[in-house]
């Protein structure tokens, strides 16, 4: 079965900058996408970003783009969202999952796998 696990949430200052990692296995096909999805408190899931595995293609949400990058390493083994001049609005439990298609679908597209999610706070 397909495993997602995120990691680099924290705590950072509004303006500042994290950057989020997902460590995915199991797949038993070639071309999957990844996405990025956040769940502000409260508030509904929302999809923040994606990325094909088979031509590194991107999508980004339209409150996003422009301050976060999505990126893959060498091995295919991991996901990156870089996240740049941070707001408090990005508060929110951040969450890596994955689909099988050819390319990213539609941002907010409900994905058939999911992480446990990481936390990521910003303050003032």
């Known amino acids: 079965e397909v495993q997602l696990v995120e990691s680099g949430g924290g705590l950072v200052q509004a303006g500042g900058s994290l950057r989020l990692s997902c460590a995915a296995s199991g797949f038993t096909e070639e071309d999957y996408a990844i996405g990025w999805f956040r769940q502000p408190p409260g508030k509904e899931r929302e999809g923040v970003s994606c990325?094909?595995?088979?031509?590194?293609?991107?999508s980004y949400a339209d409150s996003v783009k422009g301050r976060f990058t999505i990126s893959s390493d060498n091995a295919k083994n991991t996901v990156s969202l870089q996240m740049n001049s941070l707001k408090p609005e990005d508060t929110a439990v951040y969450y890596c999952?994955?689909?099988?298609?050819?390319?990213?679908?539609?941002?907010?597209?409900?994905?058939?796998?999911w992480g446990q999610g990481t936390q990521v706070t910003v303050s003032s």
């Open positions: 990325i094909s595995s088979s031509d590194s293609t991107t």
């Open positions: 999952a994955a689909l099988y298609a050819s390319v990213c679908p539609p941002i907010g597209y409900e994905y058939d796998y």
